[in-house]
């Protein structure tokens, strides 16, 4: 049943602001109240998730020892997943920031002087490289659970 609200919460965070967004009056802050109830709603649906993953009870064990060696080792490996994922997403937002201004910045180059394309571009991977280290280090990580 938990997961069946967890589904219900995280379609409305797609449905509130797309509603706030269209609702809203045509200016410019409609914009930012749709960014703000959007973020606010990931959030909040992030850690309503936590709470349901994280809480569950051990049914397979038989004693109360072995039901807090189980909860240590669930709430460990739950924590493994989450380490991963936010290495993984935050290392592919930063890339996505610095490619963004160093594409830009090489295609600004490019226009003035061909011959400098290889130099642009090492730029340009160098800043995907940091995707590369995200994921492998969230390989590292998810290896050891």
């Known amino acids: 049943m938990s997961m069946e609200i967890i589904c219900s919460i995280l379609f409305l965070t797609i449905v509130i602001p797309m509603g706030v967004f269209f609702m809203g009056e045509r200016k410019a802050k409609r914009f930012k109240n749709a960014l703000a109830v959007n973020i606010i709603s990931f959030f909040s649906v992030l850690v309503l998730a936590t709470v349901f993953v994280f809480t569950g009870n051990a049914h397979a064990a038989s004693t109360a020892a072995a039901a807090a060696v189980t909860a240590s080792d669930t709430f460990s490996t739950g924590m493994a997943y989450l380490g991963a994922g936010l290495v993984t997403g935050l290392c592919t937002l930063g890339t996505g920031i610095a490619t ?46």
């Open 100 to 145: 963004g201004q160093a594409a830009s910045a090489a295609l600004g180059t490019i226009s003035e002087n061909e011959g400098l394309m290889g130099k642009s571009l090492i730029f340009v991977a160098l800043a995907e490289g940091t995707a590369v280290y995200g994921l492998l280090i969230s390989f590292v990580i998810l290896g050891r659970v």
